[in-house]
């Protein structure tokens, strides 16, 4: 059987070998179950030539064709060659570059990270483990406290298992220009009692029924003077409400009654809660809202979400930031998170701090690309990444901009007090070709002469020196959500790629027309709120410093005094040597908030459950947040109840009670 006989036919190849492989399969698949041994042989027999004289045949057959092809059409021939040898060539190519692309080498440190890491660690549990009782082994001899409001410098907390609510001072919370607190509020802002008639806060006096020492509060008594005559105030002008109205007594020297406003008034304390809600102007702006748009938006910004207050948050903040644009979340965690994954790809290269807070490091989890850590603000150690890499690209022949690069920080860190030197990072930045994505949440209203956060602290340009910023605005803003900011295009993109901004439902408007108040404060009297900022953050600092020096430096200053986020940790001392640092500054700050005050201890919650929540676990601490809205008198009960409670405590870890 020649080629030249199969050239004109050669698709009859392809026809005749189908036939025989169909009666191949036919007679040993369908019918060799059926069939006995020597007659499936038979069918074999009979078949096999034919397919093997097909398979023989094929490539001469093939070959033959293809030369033919070659004479009548060879532009023919050229296109399939070349898009052939393209194919093996990219195949070929991609396969190359991955066997002879090595790896980053971890450095020692790191190795030693990653094996001390699965030693400690290994695989967390689903769910805690579950103690005697079932109770889980984390909540066991835990004394609880549940906080019922909170309000400016106050909050009402219950303890210790007894539904009493009490007032005490708060520097626990975030809100470090103090907008939720009342703008007509007295001087001081010291604890007090609840009214039972109202079941509202009121201005507050303390009471040493509730187990606190009155003799630490100063100026409580120029505070209840100050209320009283309020009220008294309020009496000769409204009358007591909770008396009888004489209609036979003039009340004016013309001798007409005065009219009473036309409000439904239960008691005194409700009248100075009336004028209190009129003189703040983010409630004001947040029951405006309320009765326009109603309490929620019902869809997420891109369906049926959008209303007047976003887009007017979004421009007021561009405005004062001076970027381009702005988009809004509702959820400052779920901005940070939602705008690094939105930037962040498979195959990109993230430099972050170690000391990163949560939402920073689930988007960079979120992101799937590959990361590398530095020190918590340690410039040297962001150098040595930052030359390990570009010796990496050298030895590879990789371009600088090949890879989409971010260094990720925060302008004021949440774990820690310390404030990113950006004055080091950003010339990092511009010399090795990395964008900065820079969290503000903390940083934003607390930095800065006007409260424009770390970047107006260090001079430096948003958009240029910092790409992508990030601001919540539960912080300075006393809101709900967050913003991202830069250029069109950076916010452009999140409206498409940011999950956060595209599956969650937008914020309720009264949020956002909260958040507009609160920035026109910033924005109308900025100078003023940074200098009581600054001048309770210097105080606070000065008080600590001779209250660590008193206690014989037991107690020392972790944060930058730059920063209204206060870190207090044991010192390392022989006094120190065997205490569990945890359960240590937990009670000493329960033992504060039983004495009036309210503090956080902090540190504890990165492996509880066995579960790592963050990077590098931060050292157990006390945590006082100040705020603009507090007074001297606050910040001086604060330490003085705090240097009580840490002798209080010492004392017991003595005697073994702890």
């Known amino acids: 059987m020649s080629a030249e006989t199969f050239l004109p036919h050669v698709h009859s190849l392809g026809f005749t070998a189908g036939q025989a492989a169909r009666h191949f399969l036919k007679t040993w698949v369908i019918k060799g179950q059926q069939q006995p041994d020597d007659t499936m042989w038979s069918s074999i027999q009979e078949t096999a030539p034919s397919l093997w004289s097909a398979m023989v045949n094929f490539p001469l057959l093939y070959s033959t064709w293809w030369w033919d092809l070659l004479k009548h059409d060879p532009v023919h021939v050229l296109v399939e060659t070349t ?8 195949f070929m190519s991609r396969s190359k570059d991955w066997k002879q692309t090595k790896k980053d080498q971890l450095t020692k440190r790191e190795e030693e990270d990653l094996i001390k890491e699965w030693r400690e660690n290994g695989r967390a549990p689903l769910v805690p483990t579950a103690g005697a009782g079932g109770v889980p082994a984390t909540a066991k001899d835990v004394p609880s406290f549940v906080v019922h409001k909170v309000e400016g410098t106050t909050m009402q907390v219950s303890m210790d298992n007894d539904p009493t609510i009490h007032n005490v001072i708060n520097f626990g919370t975030f809100d470090f220009l103090g907008m939720s607190a009342e703008f007509t509020a007295p001087e001081s802002s010291i604890m007090g009692s609840t009214t039972a008639s109202t079941g509202s806060s009121t201005a507050m006096t303390t009471s040493s029924e ?24 309020n009496e000769q002008q409204y009358g007591n409400p909770n008396e009888p109205v004489d209609n036979s007594k003039p009340s ?26 009129s003189s703040n102007p983010m409630k004001q702006a947040s029951v405006e809202a309320l009765e326009r748009y109603g309490v929620g938006a019902c869809g997420p910004r891109g369906f049926y979400g959008t209303i007047d207050p976003h887009l007017k948050l979004e421009e007021e903040i561009t405005e004062f930031m001076g970027s381009e644009g702005a988009i809004l979340y509702s959820d400052g965690a779920s901005t940070v998170s939602s705008t690094v994954a939105a930037f962040c790809k498979r195959g990109d290269l993230l430099v972050v701090d170690e000391g990163v807070r949560e939402p920073l490091i689930a988007g960079v989890k979120l992101s799937r690309a590959y990361v590398k850590w530095f020190k918590h603000n340690d410039m040297d ?17 990789r371009a ?4 989409r690069r971010f260094i990720i920080c925060e302008g004021l860190y949440k774990n820690t007090g310390q404030i990113a030197a950006l004055d080091k990072i950003v010339p990092m930045k511009h010399e090795f070709h990395y964008r900065l994505i820079l969290d503000e949440s903390f940083s934003f209203g607390t930095l800065g002469a006007t409260g424009k956060g770390a970047l107006e602290l260090f001079n430096k340009k948003l958009m240029h020196d910092a790409e992508v910023v990030t601001i919540a605005l539960e912080n300075s803003l006393g809101s709900i959500g967050g913003v991202t900011i830069g250029n069109e295009e950076i916010v452009d993109h999140q409206r498409l790629s940011g999950s956060g901004y595209c599956f969650s439902a937008s914020s309720p408007p009264f949020t956002a027309s909260a958040a507009i108040a609160a920035l026109n404060e910033l924005k109308n009297r900025p100078h003023e709120l940074m200098t009581k900022l600054n001048d309770n953050k210097q105080y606070m600092y000065d008080k600590l410093q001779t209250f660590c020096e008193l206690q014989e430096d037991l107690l020392l200053i972790a944060s930058d005094i730059r920063s209204p986020i206060v870190f207090l940790v044991l010192a390392e001392c022989a006094e120190t040597e065997d205490i ?10 329960r033992e504060c908030l039983r004495r009036g005050v309210g503090m956080v201890s902090a540190g504890q919650h990165n492996t509880r459950a066995g579960v790592q929540l963050l990077r590098a676990e931060p050292q157990p601490s006390i945590r006082l947040n100040v705020s603009a809205a507090h007074t001297k008198a606050d910040i001086d009960v604060a330490i003085n109840v705090l240097s009580e409670s840490l002798n209080v405590v010492m004392h017991r870890y003595v005697e073994g009670e702890i």
Do not use: C, H
């Open 400 to 403: 600088p901009n090949a890879q």
């Open 381 to 397: 150690d962001l150098r040595r990444v930052l030359e390990g890499v570009a010796e990496n690209d050298k030895q590879l022949g």
């Open 210 to 233: 509730e187990g606190y020492n009155n003799d630490n509060y100063e100026g409580v008594e120029e505070k209840k003077d100050e209320e009283a005559a309020e009220l008294n105030n």
């Open 83 to 90: 898009l052939l040898i393209s194919v093996i060539y990219m």
């Open 252 to 277: 004016n020297k013309n001798g007409k009654r005065k009219k009473m406003k036309k409000k439904n008034v239960a008691s005194k304390v409700t009248v100075v809660e009336e004028k209190l809600i």
């Open 580 to 589: 569990d640092e945890t359960v240590f500054l937990s009670e000493v700050v």
